[in-house]
């Protein structure tokens, strides 16, 4: 089994900064990739940004705005948000693809956090 828990959220004014964190526990093989989606009220779920071992992508609404980044030795990622704006505001996810070496059956696969909430307005 394998446990996401996110931290870093809260309310922020137009324009500041929030860091979230997000440490993988459990039974980790190996991580394919990490990243970061958020969900607004009525809105679907859709990727901020994501993270494999060899790059980085990241939606154009916050582009140049947010970096995502990470920490092997943790199993941790990191998204540090800068420039935030009202549109912002969302449920924050983390995601996880992970491989289990131990099962024979599925052992890859989708894990996700229980969310962050982060608020952004004055």
């Known amino acids: 089994q394998v446990q996401l828990v996110e931290s870093g959220g809260g309310l922020v004014q137009p324009g500041g900064s929030l860091r979230l964190s997000c440490a993988a526990s459990?039974?980790?093989?190996?991580?394919?990739?990490m990243g970061w989606y958020r969900q607004a009220p009525g809105k679907q779920r859709e990727l901020v940004a994501r993270?494999?071992?060899?790059?980085?992508n990241y939606a154009d609404s916050v582009k140049g705005r947010f970096t995502i980044s990470n920490d092997n030795a943790k199993n941790t990622v990191y998204l540090q948000m800068n420039s935030l704006k009202p549109e912002d505001t969302a449920v924050y996810y983390c995601?996880?693809?992970?491989?289990?070496?131990?099962?024979?059956?599925?052992?890859?696969?989708?894990?996700w956090g229980q969310g962050t909430q982060v608020t952004v307005s004055s």
């Open positions: 995601n996880a693809d992970i491989t289990d070496y131990s099962r024979l059956v599925n052992p890859r696969n989708d894990y």
């Open positions: 459990g039974r980790i093989g190996s991580i394919n990739a």
């Open positions: 993270i494999t071992s060899g790059s980085t």
